[in-house]
């Protein structure tokens, strides 16, 4: 595939490269039990992926309910800013990101070592990643 990157830095050329594939959200746990959540890679070829439990057969079994749509940047222009995508804040009581608590129908930008708790207390993280 080619891709059109515009002139920049060799970081912000490395970035736009290694993030136009895709991200991946890294489980952890803050309070060091071991995670129970998989690790969740969304491509490009994805498109939009939902994270969080629609109905009992999806992947996500130790997740309740639908929490964040997480979306790629459509441009690689707008990769050169450090960005990777974007998280809809679906759950009803809101997600933290970076330690900000972002309610419901929010849309934020994450970028490489953003920290996403799906609902607050439960030591469940997720850290993007390149791929």
Do not use: F
């Not at 490395?14 to 995670?35: F, M, N, Q, S």
């Not at 309610?103 to 070592?113: F, L, N």
């Amino acid at each position: 595939v080619s891709l059109q990157i515009p002139p920049a830095s060799t970081y912000h050329m490395a970035h736009a490269e290694r993030a136009w594939h895709g991200l991946r959200l890294v489980a952890t746990r803050k309070d060091g039990v071991d995670p129970t959540h998989a690790t969740v890679v969304v491509l490009r070829e994805d498109g939009l992926r939902t994270i969080g439990r629609r109905r009992r057969s999806d992947m996500h079994l130790w997740i309740s309910r639908v929490h964040l749509l997480v979306e790629l940047m459509r441009s690689p222009t707008y990769l050169c800013d450090g960005l990777m995508g974007y998280v809809d804040v679906l759950g009803q009581n809101g997600t933290m990101i970076g330690g900000v608590h972002h309610p419901q129908g929010t849309r934020v930008p994450i970028s490489v070592g953003s920290d996403i708790e799906l609902t607050m207390g439960t030591g469940v993280h997720y850290t993007v990643a390149y791929l």
